[in-house]
């Protein structure tokens, strides 16, 4: 996403024990929760294509990691 400044690898604390790994989202589809594994050593800012475990339909995925390792995680429909 191009209005997303990501943070230097130097500013990010990677294999550091700090950033978060997995996080409960919820199918923008059918409303279920469901859990991910994120993988900080992706980068600070990350998007990919994941299916619901529940109804199996596709959603976009957006992860950006802030300076002390939380994530902030966003999810949208996609069209099939």
Avoid: I
Wanted: hydrophobic letters at 30%.
């Amino acid at each position: 996403m191009s209005d997303v400044d990501p943070l230097d690898d130097e500013d990010f604390p990677l294999g550091d024990g700090t950033a978060e790994s997995e996080v409960l989202v919820v199918c923008p589809h059918c409303g279920e929760a469901n859990e991910l594994g994120l993988d900080p050593g992706g980068g600070s800012v990350q998007e990919y294509v994941e299916d619901c475990q529940v109804c199996c339909r596709p959603w976009r995925v957006t992860v950006r990691y802030a300076e002390d390792g939380t994530a902030e995680v966003f999810t949208e429909a996609l069209d099939e």
